[in-house]
């Protein structure tokens, strides 16, 4: 079994994970400019992946 912070930085890791596909499937790290509705997914989306980071560290630190 893992231990707490193998734990923690299996969530930490597959956040920054998400972040890296979700990035590239809108376009993030290519050279054209990027719609607006792109640009308000991509701050919702990183807003629920800091939340998720979030509460996953609050729940594997404090349980």
């Known amino acids: 079994m893992l231990s707490k912070l193998?734990?923690?930085v299996t969530i930490?890791?597959?956040v920054?994970?998400?972040?890296?596909v979700i990035s590239l499937g809108a376009?993030?790290?290519s050279k054209g400019p990027l719609k607006p509705e792109?640009?308000?997914y991509?701050?919702?989306?990183?807003?629920l992946l800091a939340?998720?980071?979030?509460v996953g560290s609050i729940l594997v630190?404090?349980?």
Request: aromatic letters at 16%; zero cysteines.
């Open 38 to 40: 792109t640009k308000r």
């Open 27 to 29: 376009g993030v790290f």
């Open 61 to 63: 630190l404090f349980l």
């Open 6 to 8: 193998g734990i923690l």
């Open 16 to 20: 920054f994970l998400f972040f890296i």
């Open 51 to 54: 939340i998720i980071a979030v």
């Open 42 to 47: 991509l701050k919702s989306v990183n807003i």
């Open 12 to 14: 930490l890791v597959l």
